[in-house]
């Protein structure tokens, strides 16, 4: 690992081979990852929690993913479709209170067309907001729509890949690893910033499928990796799957920061879902972001991925205040920087700054 301690600088840290992921994987124990993960993240990203305002703007969804909370077939979904004056409005508090990246995620809705959303992006960025970086996440779409969604301003886009084992995505999406894969690469060659990531503790997964989960992200030299656990959801067909502890996830946050240290990693709200310290611990392991959820209350009540979703109550706003209680303990500060992929400050070649 690297040299420098507790300071910014990303040329320092090494990552990790697949082999010694590997060996970590099978042989280290949960504490010595979460300090090796938790060291690495600092001397890379320093003592900074990077904000990104969550909005999630539809849960219309034509997919049919088993354990997804507002897939198609779940009649009991209460489905709605943000306008974009509302969209808007949320966006507007979370700049208001300093924050420069949002995050608009929704799913796969028909009626968000590419060029509806394109023109979102716009009018984001025509309000003034040029400062703001804009990232999305609503699914696959065809290479050209990428394109499109880049050319209209769009900085970042979201895609978990949900498990790296193919047999398990097909049975769990119906669509193919492969499939996915490929959105990734056409995402990555429309020149956005890439985030993707899988849920721990997938029905059918093994031990395996969650090191593969590891390398894959590697692989995929992600700038983003959003993972979580999976929650079994009343009104799916994996209701009465079995819910593993949260000990799984820390494990996999903290290697993937060893395969990748530059990536931001958020400490997603299934973690906080599932035991109440459940982000901080992420942090404790590797995570350097945390997503206060911008979207009104009348709306992210009906956004129920998984069950037990927090902070249903909470203004987003609010959230940053008690999310700044909740790290003072880690001794870490929320920052309202961009955030942006840490490949884009650093002449590649050099490894300088640009
Ligand atoms: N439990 C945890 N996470 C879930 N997601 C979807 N359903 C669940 C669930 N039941 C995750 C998926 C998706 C992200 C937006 O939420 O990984 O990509």
């Known amino acids: 690992m690297g040299t420098g301690k507790d300071e910014k600088n990303a040329t320092q840290v090494v990552p990790l081979s697949p082999d010694q992921i590997m060996d970590l994987f099978y042989h280290a124990s949960t504490r010595e990852l979460m300090d090796m993960g938790n060291l690495a993240c600092c001397q ?81 960025k025509d309000l003034g907001k040029k400062d703001a970086a804009v990232t999305l996440s609503c699914g696959i779409r065809s290479r050209e729509a990428y394109f499109k969604l880049a050319q209209a301003g769009a900085d970042r886009y979201l895609l978990r890949f949900e498990t790296a084992d193919p047999k398990l995505h097909f049975l769990l999406r119906n669509i193919g690893l492969n499939d996915r894969l490929k959105a990734l690469e056409d995402i990555r060659a429309a020149g956005f910033q890439v985030g993707s990531g899988y849920m721990v503790g997938l029905p059918g997964e093994t031990r395996e499928t969650r090191l593969e989960n590891i390398l894959l992200c590697q692989r995929l030299e992600l700038d983003m990796v959003g993972l979580g656990p999976f929650i079994p959801h009343p009104d799916t067909p994996l209701k009465h799957s079995f819910q593993h502890p949260l000990e799984h996830t820390l494990r996999s946050v903290a290697l993937v920061r060893l395969a990748l240290p530059k990536a931001h990693i958020p400490a997603t709200t299934a973690a906080g879902s599932l035991m109440p310290d459940g982000r901080e611990q992420m942090i404790a392991a590797g995570a350097n972001v945390l997503m206060p959820n911008l979207t009104q209350d009348k709306f992210k009540q009906k956004y129920l991925l998984y069950p037990g979703k927090i902070c249903l109550n909470e203004k987003g706003i609010q959230d940053i205040e008690s999310l700044n209680q909740r790290i003072r303990p880690l001794n870490r500060n929320l920052s309202f920087a961009r955030g942006d992929a840490l490949y884009h400050l650093t002449n590649m070649d050099t490894g300088e700054p640009k």
């Open 44 to 124: 890379v990203h320093g003592r900074d929690i990077l904000l990104r305002g969550l909005i999630e703007f539809t849960n219309v969804c034509t997919n049919d993913c088993l354990y997804c909370g507002i897939r198609n077939s779940n009649h009991k979904a209460n489905r709605y479709r943000m306008e974009a004056s509302m969209i808007l409005k949320a966006l507007q508090t979370g700049y208001d209170r300093g924050i420069r990246t949002f995050v608009l995620q929704g799913g796969e809705d028909p009626v968000y067309t590419i060029d509806r959303i394109c023109g979102l992006v716009r009018q984001i």
